[in-house]
């Protein structure tokens, strides 16, 4: 069995293969490569590349459509509203990246330690609430948060919140938001990341324990590497999502009695910009600010992490 | 010694999976307990108290009535764009992961890198320009200007590949090769009856992100007649009186009334995973070929 993280054997080409019919195969293969790849490419092309080259080409002009270079970018910076919203983005991607490496994958590791069918049922009652992500979660996180309905009361009691208003101070959205994200997002991964241990070869869990390795040790020495580029993707993913709050401080914004800013996260920000200015050219920018973070932190793990290493 | 270990750190992770067990269902038990009682009743009694069936059918009946049945209009439109975008996704996404993990083409790592980044990069950052797009063909407002870019999911062509590359050894294709199978038949009589788990997998997380995407349909469905769940939520929790007292009560949604709204936006996602449960952590491929 292939474990998730071993390098392929190359194919074994037949030494008796003549040169010609060598080549002949790796042809007709390029073309069925072609052909599996075609449908995609389109789509790829079409709600992609164009797209994002649209934005950037939208992030470069004014709205006549003359080319400005970068003073969209410097008036967007400049606005008072864009550096809070990139802090508070910031400070929740702090929080809720530091929990899903912790958490998310403590508690992975835990349940593959313990029986397969109790593990089973910890991991569909951790996915569960993955059905709510989004506008339903932020509903019901609206509910718990609320301290005259909340069954957390007691809770919310210890912080002295008395009503709604109090518990979603703009102050507390950081983490109220990596709540929710952890909430509706942790089980998901969990199950994720369970699976990419449970692609560990038994044997080798096996030796480590023969070797005289403990549960914590075989977690961290044997385990964990052997999951490093499925914990690489879910950090990606979890960061890409991360930049894009958008319903999370919509929503709540909702219930707040406009307290909290419409601006609240870059999205918004590239939102209010587009659709209450209707200047398309600053929303592009923002929305080109946020692919260059996204883009940058990619990079710097899959070059580091060599997540392609299965070639 | 070693079995004292043992037994502590097994207790210990019990208590600690059990803490958070609360964590994640409380809200959610709270939020099917919630539509048995009154708005008056979720404030003054214990919030695990048990309401009446009564006024369970009441909630239901005023949030499914509520503006000439838009709940269900609501929940047609969501069916509607993610079953959409999933079936376009798939048809197009495992060929893809399978051309890009085993053959070879020219462009072969950069079309991977751009899926990488593509699928990496904010979604809502190409939401206004799908929106410009969108609107230069007239599009906007269309179920198709929610569907199309719906199917065009990179994670699932890289979930694809990873699953291709790492799980399903060249041997076995190279096998079926000598065995004289060509490049589709190799595609369609191995490869495919292997990604079972990869297309449960895939269409799981295409139906979460089609069924509670927000900005996307946000955007570009001004027209409440064609909001998804998600859109129709938002316009709830603006009518109501619930988190906004200023709002007259006229329209008759209260926080039961909102969980009503909440489980039925629920209720599809959890089915789905259901099904999907058992494919979805199966270990992806249990030994076709021993090394």
Redesign the interface.
């Given at each position: 069995?292939?474990?998730?993280?071993?390098h392929?054997?190359?194919?074994?080409q037949g030494t008796t293969d003549s040169l010609g019919s060598k080549l002949r195969r790796?042809r007709?293969?390029?073309?069925?490569?072609?052909?599996?790849?075609s449908?995609?490419?389109i789509?790829?092309a079409?709600?992609?590349?164009?797209?994002?080259v649209?934005?950037i080409c939208?992030a470069f002009t004014s709205t006549g459509g003359h080319v400005v270079g970068l003073s969209n970018f410097i008036k967007t910076g400049e606005d008072f509203r864009f550096l809070p919203a990139f802090e508070n983005i910031a400070e929740y991607l702090s929080i809720w990246l530091a929990s899903l490496v912790v958490?998310v994958i403590?508690?992975a590791l835990?349940?593959h330690?313990?029986s397969r069918k109790v593990s089973?049922a910890?991991?569909?009652?951790?996915?569960?609430?993955?059905?709510?992500?989004?506008?339903?979660s932020v509903?019901?996180?609206?509910?718990?948060l609320d301290p005259?309905?909340?069954?957390?009361?007691l809770f919310l009691g210890i912080f002295d919140f008395k009503n709604?208003g109090q518990t979603i101070l703009p102050g507390h959205l950081p983490i109220i938001f990596a709540i929710i994200a952890f909430?509706a997002g942790a089980?998901?991964w969990i199950?994720v990341t369970?699976?990419a241990l449970?692609?560990i070869p038994n044997e080798l869990i096996e030796a480590a324990e023969l070797d005289g390795a403990?549960?914590?040790q075989t977690a961290l020495r044997i385990k964990l590497p052997l999951i490093k580029k499925w914990i690489t993707f879910m950090l990606?993913?979890a960061?890409?999502?991360g930049?894009?709050l958008?319903?999370e401080p919509?929503?709540v914004g909702?219930?707040s009695?406009g307290l909290i800013s419409p601006t609240w996260s870059p999205?918004e920000l590239?939102?209010y910009f587009?659709?209450q200015n209707n200047n398309?050219n600053y929303?592009?920018a923002i929305?080109?600010d946020?692919?260059v973070i996204?883009?940058l932190?990619?990079a710097v793990l899959?070059f580091r992490t060599k997540?392609?290493e299965?070639e | 010694m070693r079995i004292f270990n043992r037994v502590w750190s097994r207790t210990l992770s019990y208590i600690v999976l059990l803490a958070f067990t609360a964590f994640f269902m409380v809200p959610v038990i709270w939020l099917l307990f919630s539509p048995f009682k009154t708005d008056h009743q979720l404030v003054t009694e214990n919030p695990f108290a048990l309401g009446t069936l009564e006024n369970l059918g009441h909630a239901v009946r005023v949030m499914f009535t509520f503006e000439d049945y838009s709940l269900l209009n609501w929940l047609k439109n969501s069916a509607i764009y993610s079953f959409g975008g999933i079936a376009i996704a798939l048809i197009f996404s495992i060929p893809a992961g399978y051309g890009l993990a085993h053959t070879q083409f020219i462009g072969r790592r950069t079309l991977l890198g751009v899926t990488l980044f593509v699928m990496i990069m904010p979604a809502t950052a190409l939401v206004l320009p799908l929106f410009l797009e969108a609107n230069s063909v007239h599009a906007v407002g269309t179920p198709l200007s929610v569907i199309l870019p719906f199917s065009f999911f990179p994670f699932g062509v890289y979930l694809a590949y990873i699953f291709y590359s790492s799980s399903v050894p060249k041997d076995l294709l190279a096998a079926a090769r000598i065995d004289g199978c060509n490049e589709w038949n190799v595609f369609r009589r191995i490869a495919l009856p292997l990604a079972r788990p990869i297309i449960a997998l895939v269409t799981f997380f295409a139906f979460v992100a089609n069924w509670n995407n927000f900005f996307l349909p946000f955007v570009m469905l001004p027209n409440s007649t064609n909001y998804p769940l998600p859109i129709g939520l938002q316009d709830l929790l603006s009518t109501t009186p619930a988190f906004n007292p200023g709002q007259g009560g006229q329209v008759g949604i209260y926080r039961p009334e909102l969980a009503v709204a909440t489980i039925v936006a629920m209720a599809p996602v959890m089915i789905v995973f259901l099904f999907a449960q058992r494919s979805l952590v199966s270990g992806l491929l249990a030994g076709s070929t021993k090394e």
């Open positions: 069995m292939k474990s998730v993280v071993s392929q054997a190359s194919t074994p790796k007709k293969n390029g073309v069925a490569g072609y052909a599996f790849v449908g995609y490419f789509l790829l079409l709600f992609g590349i164009a797209p994002a649209y934005a939208l958490i403590g508690l835990m349940l330690s313990i089973a910890f991991r569909f009652i951790f996915y569960l609430p993955g059905a709510l992500a989004g506008a339903a509903l019901v996180w609206l509910f718990m005259t309905v909340s069954p957390w009361r709604l909430w089980g998901g199950v369970y699976g449970n692609n403990g549960p914590m990606i993913l960061f890409a999502a930049t894009q958008f319903v919509q929503l909702e219930a009695l999205n590239a939102y587009a659709f398309f929303a592009a929305s080109v946020l692919l996204g883009l932190c990619a899959v997540l392609f299965v | -």
